[in-house]
């Protein structure tokens, strides 16, 4: 990379940058407010209090009551809470059945097989062609032994948000629990988990210019729980463990910044995406847009492009100072084709050959602009390269 070109970062999707006043807040709260906040005394107290206004924060930016909030890890650990904890607390009944969408990320989908070598069965819901799962394809997977329903509410890879609402209404009607990975959509898009009707929703500071490792898990109040990590009463005995309090006075903070900012930055950053997005169509024959054009965060675009190895373009890309994804972050590193594409029936070299473009609070039009100059040269250069013939629509 030549040093007089500017580095451009489009993977907030894999995660953020921390916002100045979050970075700020978790050093204040570390050096001033380092007690444990179980302790009775005047440290203890302090740090309590700093968890109050944060939950607080927390729970205002989903329409939650803060005695409903628990915090996390981040969203692995909210994703793991929900499933294991509904799990444990419904198997006496009987219910042991569990059902989410095929475009769920691996801490969801890991999570069922655990469940899964565990006794339980569990669905795999399908998709359709923009990676929807249309209330039609949920309804007759429910059963009378099906405890939880745990659909995203937008996917990491393509963006599209889901119909939570609707397909929580077919959950419970058949007495299912509904939990939602909002992960991707919190801090992006108003989430209200009253209008959603759900029972459970997971959330992840670093994915909102909060620190890393931190997170929530909400619990609607009544909810029937087990913990999953057990030790001593904190977080109402819900999960054990002292609180990683600084990091949670930065999600706090975060949570404020989104609620306050979301519909300036949804249009800003809904522009830039929508330039960068019809400019790379326009400028480079052979690629297509993956996902649902209309129902889709602002920040969040996937492009396929014929006759490129997205790893390879990837890499073109970091050699100019440019970050983006081939999907999830998890599987970058690997040549594993996505879970996401896979599902929504593109064929094999579709799900290789697409790229995800995330946008968020820094993002410039000098950015999008500086994207639009490379990546065609790079695309031209990499197909000249390539002998295969591929097309981007069939298999
Ligand atoms: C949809 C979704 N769920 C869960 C996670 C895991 O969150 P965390 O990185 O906070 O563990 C991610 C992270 O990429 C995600 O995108």
């Known amino acids: 990379m030549n040093d007089s070109h500017m580095r451009v970062y489009f993977d ?3 995660t953020t940058p921390s916002a100045p006043e979050v970075l700020d807040v978790v050093a204040r709260v570390s050096r001033d407010q380092f007690g444990n906040a ?3 005394h005047h440290f203890g107290q302090q740090a309590k209090s700093v968890m109050d206004e ?5 729970a205002a930016l989903v329409n939650a009551d803060p005695s409903e909030v628990v915090f996390t890890s981040g969203g692995t650990e909210s994703d793991n809470f929900a499933l294991r904890g509904a799990a444990d607390a419904l198997e006496p009944s009987g219910r042991r059945h569990l059902i989410a969408s095929a475009i769920e990320h691996e801490a969801v989908l890991n999570t069922l097989k655990a469940l899964a070598r565990r006794g339980w069965r569990t669905t795999l819901v ?3 062609h923009t990676g929807v799962v249309s209330p039609e394809r949920l309804r007759p997977l429910l059963a009378d032994d099906t405890a939880i329903v745990s659909m995203m509410h937008a996917n990491n890879e393509i963006g599209t948000i889901q119909p939570i609402a609707e397909l929580a209404q ?3 009607e058949r007495g299912a629990l509904m939990h939602t990975d909002a992960v991707q959509s919190v801090g992006k898009i108003p989430v209200d988990v009253r209008a959603l009707g759900i029972d459970l929703l997971s959330l992840s500071a670093h994915k909102f210019n909060g620190p890393k490792g931190t997170g929530a898990l909400w619990i609607k109040r009544g909810t029937r729980m087990q913990p999953v990590l ?3 009463k904190h977080e109402r005995n819900r999960r ?3 609180e990683n309090v600084p990091a949670i006075a930065g999600m706090g903070i975060a949570a404020r910044l989104a609620l306050g900012k979301m519909a300036g930055e949804a249009v800003r950053v809904g522009r830039l995406r929508d330039r960068l997005e019809t400019g790379i169509l326009t400028s480079v024959p052979g690629t297509a847009v993956n996902g649902d054009p209309s129902a889709r965060v602002p920040n969040t675009t996937n492009i396929s492009f014929e006759r490129v190895e997205a790893e390879s373009l990837l890499i073109a890309l970091d050699l100019e100072g440019i970050a983006v994804s081939t999907g999830s972050a998890c599987s970058s590193g690997t040549l594993e084709p996505s879970h996401v594409l896979r ?3 593109f064929p094999p070299h579709r799900t290789q050959n697409s790229l995800r473009f995330s946008l968020g609070m820094f993002s410039t039009d000098a950015e999008v602009d500086r994207v639009l100059e490379v990546l065609p040269k790079l695309v031209e250069k990499l197909r000249g390269l390539t002998r295969k013939p591929q097309t981007v629509g069939s298999s």
């Open 170 to 172: 077919l959950a419970h």
């Open 343 to 345: 599902a929504m029936g």
């Open 230 to 232: 057990t030790g001593g």
């Open 38 to 40: 179980s302790s009775v």
């Open 126 to 128: 399908p998709v359709d």
């Open 12 to 14: 907030y999707n894999a």
């Open 240 to 242: 054990a463990g002292t």
């Open 54 to 58: 944060a939950r607080s924060s927390v």
